[in-house]
């Protein structure tokens, strides 16, 4: 299936894999906003995986966050993938694994050393089988 990187037009269908209910569609425009600024300034590397007649059957994304050297590491970005999405009828054909490993892919080639993600239950084997370990230290705070 080809794959091809997402642009700033793509920004409603990366809007879409970011919030695929319907519940959360009222969430779709300021993300598709931000991610289509995100794209033009190079801080958001997204890969599409198109079906027949070029409609987009699954997606992932890199966010690159400029997070500022650490002990260790002098590196100062910061990657994380988002958006891994694919079309119920194109599950389990390895398409997340392609699209995520490009991620991954560009990450290195911009001299990213950390990689973080969130996932679900669903998407912890495919994860792991890629590299990823859960950590223990992470927290989160919300306002």
């Known amino acids: ?31 598709a906003a931000w991610v289509a600024g995100a794209v033009e300034r190079g801080l958001y590397l997204g890969f599409l995986a198109e079906g027949e007649e070029g409609r987009v059957v699954a997606g992932a994304g890199l966010t690159l966050l400029e997070w500022g050297p650490t002990r260790g590491d002098p590196q100062p970005w910061r990657g994380r993938i ?17 699209l995520v490993t490009r991620c991954v892919e560009a990450a290195r080639e911009r001299g990213v050393t950390r990689l973080s993600l969130g996932t679900t239950e669903a998407g912890r084997a495919l994860y792991g089988a890629l590299g990823f370990r859960a950590s223990d230290t992470e927290m989160v705070r919300r306002e």
Do not use: K
């Open 1 to 31: 299936m080809p794959v091809r990187p997402a642009t700033p037009a793509d920004a409603p269908t990366l809007a879409r894999h970011r919030f695929p209910d319907d519940a959360d569609a009222g969430e779709r425009a300021a993300y």
């Open 82 to 98: 988002v958006n891994v999405w694919t079309d119920p009828d194109f599950r389990r054909r390895g398409l997340a694994r392609e």
